[in-house]
């Protein structure tokens, strides 16, 4: 299994402003994944970050709300720009365990937009 | 587009109860099926992982199954503890490394 650590746990943002969240895997990974999981629902893919190439979002995910950066093997930042309050979710980091397939999630990011 | 369903979308038992949470997906085309658990606020803790060509994994108090013919998976929990309260998500994974979640299935195991 992998040991993912994300910053912050959660924080209380102004509207407008933008926030990078940090994920931090305890081995090399090839892919890392972001997901949004909105109040009372389940969780929607954002994109996904291969080191040394461009993010591949999902339907509905931008780069320029979403601007992803995955400098190594084992860290990747998202960051959520230009917040509004529908932005307010819990935000996870997500790599997968190798052969099996088996994906682990760090702890989350709980964003509330105000 | 594969859509994952999970059954019931809340359960409320007694503790000591047997139970099961049913998920069911529409594209039998998958890779495995992975069972999360998710405490409120909180991320996302693997309880157990069926590859497409196993009936089923066990880990202590939980077993799951999977018959990918008919698109279904079931999640049984034998004597129920209060801290097992929690949301039950289930999740498929298909081609490009695709993870599609259900909705899940809210558990409150009263003591």
């Known amino acids: 299994s992998a040991v993912i650590s994300q910053k912050p746990s959660r924080d209380i943002c102004q509207r407008g402003t933008s926030l990078t969240i940090q994920c931090q895997v305890d081995?090399?990974?090839?892919?890392m994944f972001w997901y949004r999981q909105q109040p009372g629902q389940s969780l929607t893919l954002i994109a996904t970050?291969?080191?040394?190439?461009?993010?591949?979002?999902e339907s509905g995910f931008v780069i320029d709300k979403f601007p992803i950066s995955r400098p190594n093997l084992t860290f990747s930042t998202l960051t959520v720009s230009n917040m509004s309050p529908e932005d307010s979710s819990i935000y996870l980091c997500?790599?997968?365990?190798?052969?099996?397939?088996?994906?682990?999630f760090g702890e989350g990011s709980r964003l509330t937009v105000l | 587009k594969q859509e994952v369903t999970q059954i019931p979308a809340a359960l409320s038992v007694p503790e000591g109860e047997n139970l099961v949470l049913n998920c069911s997906f529409t594209d039998s085309a998958i890779y495995n099926l992975q069972w999360f658990r998710q405490d409120p606020g909180k991320g996302l803790t693997s309880l157990l992982l069926i590859q497409s060509s196993q009936r089923e994994q066990t880990s202590g108090r939980l077993n799951a199954s999977l018959d990918k013919s008919s698109g279904r998976s079931t999640l049984y929990i034998a004597a129920s503890q209060p801290g097992d309260s929690a949301t039950y998500l289930c999740?498929?994974?298909?081609?490009?490394?695709?993870?599609?979640f259900g909705e899940g299935t809210q558990l409150t195991v009263n003591p």
């Open positions: 999740a498929v994974l298909t081609s490009g490394s695709r993870l599609t």
């Open positions: 997500s790599v997968g365990g190798g052969n099996t397939g088996e994906l682990f």
């Open positions: 970050a291969n080191q040394g190439s461009e993010a591949t979002y």
């Open positions: 081995s090399q990974v090839t892919m």
